[in-house]
């Protein structure tokens, strides 16, 4: 097979990787699989699949919970993977290869982060404002597309058919503190999000409550979901909540507004209130 | 669960709906986060219920508000959201900002209950088998590796839509007549102003290691705003942001800002 056909399947399981996120977060992207598959391509499964094995255990600590990105493992593994088969070397390379690949592609990624998704955000705004729901469904097919995924193939792809040596060449010429500037600013995106939130919500009447959750992170360190289960506790206080009162409304129907505080002794007085 | 009169959804619509939530981190962004995946899985479900454009269109606005969640069980606040849907459409008096209320309030706790579930547990247990006949090139790794993570996963996202969709039609409907729902529009609002100020503290990073002092006297400039109250950066931060958004500054300005702060930042070794 040319280099280039090859490129251009090692570019399209890249892609079906990211389309996980497509597919119900299916874990395609995961190490495991796609050195099995880049073993495909290259016409050795057996190595592919232990390649994938060992990058898998050097991924483990990578995956998206809330606001985090973590490195790109999937750009790391294909290349990896694949230098490392056409070289005949050990699965050792393909892990020295890939760490430093999925920090250049994670700069890529934050790129279409920063710069792409905005747009397609801004537009699915626009057609709601129409009511035209096809052009929602469009942005939110396109622009996973446009600013992760085909990103990914193209730089999958290039840097294959591109060879290894030249990949290292760029790594080593961007700026320390454009990575690490970019990496900062991922930082403190979120606070975007929230600001649009409290646009919504936040009023004179309310405003402590927002206080509130913060300062329990802030000085105890518990977590968001201790946050949620304490304030529903609070809302349950201020909105009437007695254990002497009457009992119209059983626990039973009760449950639904939170799951475990309602379980036992939690009536409302409903109508007197 | 009985079905009552607003309920005009079959369950096919709702099986659209299921099969629209499998690209709920396919459009995930730094803005709101997984708010085109949401609004996008509700389309079906939103436009069954309202027929006039109007209608429709302050629908999709609603759902194309922050959003975020443990992606397998997207589907739960989905099935509520859409019974509030439903509601609002038979009720002429309904409160809307309790449809986002109780989506924000659902949030937090959902995903603390689901990310220590599928990632701190089904995935370790998926992936511990996995690697092991990896190691040794037995295709079998990959393989049980995506069934053993992939099966729970999508009993929970079906079951997840389901479940929600009842326990949002028959609460809905008790709280409705027991007068209950200014109450329960006021308390979801405290639950999710509360987590929003959590998420703030935690996951908004601005660190300043610019170091005041020298020797032992030595401190950086975030120590010292956290002697004060910690976390008050980034909650200042936040507070300039939402400054930014009252003044109606365009999004793509305020996100270049932040580019910009991040890289000077860097440069300058102001922030880190």
Redo the contacts between chains.
């Keep these: 097979m040319s280099t280039g056909m090859t490129a251009l399947l090692l570019a399209l399981v890249a892609m079906l990787g990211n ?1 996980e ?8 992207s ?1 190490p ?2 796609m ?2 598959l880049t073993g495909l391509v290259m016409g050795d ?3 592919g ?2 390649m ?3 990058l ?2 050097a991924f ?1 600590g990578t ?1 998206s ?3 985090s990105i973590p490195p790109e493992a999937i750009s790391g593994t294909v290349l990896g993977t694949a230098f490392a088969i056409s070289a005949g070397e050990s699965p050792s390379v393909a892990l020295t290869l890939a760490l430093p690949i999925a920090s250049l592609v994670l700069i890529v990624k934050n790129l279409g ?2 710069f792409v ?2 747009t ?3 537009k ?2 626009q ?5 035209n ?1 096809r052009g ?2 469009m ?3 396109l ?2 597309f446009f ?1 992760i995924n085909l990103p990914i193939g193209l730089v999958v792809g290039i840097s294959y058919y591109l060879g290894g040596g030249k990949i290292e060449g760029l790594l080593n010429m961007i700026p ?3 990575t ?23 009023n004179k009447r ?2 402590v ?11 105890f360190g518990i ?3 201790g ?6 506790i ?3 206080i ?3 909540y007695s254990a002497f009162n009457g009992a ?2 059983s626990p039973a ?7 475990e505080e309602t379980e036992g002794g939690i009536d ?1 007085d ?2 007197e ?1 | 669960m009985t079905a009552k009169n607003s309920n005009i959804l079959t369950k096919n619509d709702l099986m659209r709906v299921f099969w629209r939530s499998f690209t709920m981190e396919w459009a995930w962004n730094y803005e709101r986060q997984m708010n085109m995946g949401f609004c996008y899985s509700l389309i079906p479900a939103l436009n069954k219920i309202y027929k006039t454009d109007e209608e429709r269109s302050d629908a999709y606005k609603r759902h194309l508000e922050f959003f975020n969640i443990t992606p397998w069980i997207s589907t739960f606040p989905m099935g509520i959201a859409i019974a509030l849907e439903e509601q609002n459409a038979a009720e002429k008096d309904f409160d809307t900002s309790t449809i986002n209320n109780i989506k924000i309030a659902l949030m937090g706790p959902l995903s603390g209950i689901g990310d220590s579930f599928f990632w701190g547990t089904l995935r370790v247990i998926a992936t511990g088998i996995g690697t092991s006949l990896a190691l040794k090139g037995n295709i079998l790794g990959p393989i049980l590796f995506l069934l053993i993570f992939n099966i729970p996963a999508l009993l929970a996202r079906y079951f997840g839509l389901k479940w929600g969709y009842e326990l949002g039609s028959s609460f809905i409907d008790t709280i409705l007549h027991s007068g209950l729902m200014d109450r329960l529009t006021y308390g979801a609002s405290v639950i999710g102003l509360a987590v929003v100020g959590a998420m703030t503290a935690s996951m908004v990073n601005l660190n300043i290691p610019l170091t005041l002092g020298s020797g032992e006297e030595a401190q950086t400039v975030t120590d010292l705003f956290n002697g004060i109250v910690p976390s008050v950066l980034p909650l200042l931060f936040t507070f300039i942001i939402l400054y930014l958004v009252k003044k109606e500054v365009k999004a793509h300005w305020i996100l270049l800002l932040m580019v910009f702060l991040g890289i000077f930042g860097a440069y300058t070794g102001i922030l880190g």
């Design positions: 389309a996120y497509l597919l119900g977060t299916t874990m395609l995961r495991l699989v050195g099995m499964l057996k190595t699949i232990i994938g094995g060992t898998e255990l483990l995956f919970i809330g606001a982060f920063i998704f905005p397609f955000v801004h699915a705004d057609y709601a404002e129409e009511a729901h929602i469904d942005m939110n097919l622009s996973g600013a320390e503190f454009v690490s500037g970019l990496e900062i600013a991922t930082g403190l995106l979120p606070a975007y999000g929230f600001a649009l939130l409290l646009n919504m919500m936040i309310n405003v409550f927002f206080l509130l959750g913060f300062a329990l992170i802030a000085y977590d968001v979901t946050v949620a289960i304490l304030s529903t609070l809302a349950f201020l909105t009437g119209e409304m129907d009760a449950a639904p507004v939170v799951s409302y409903s109508e209130f």
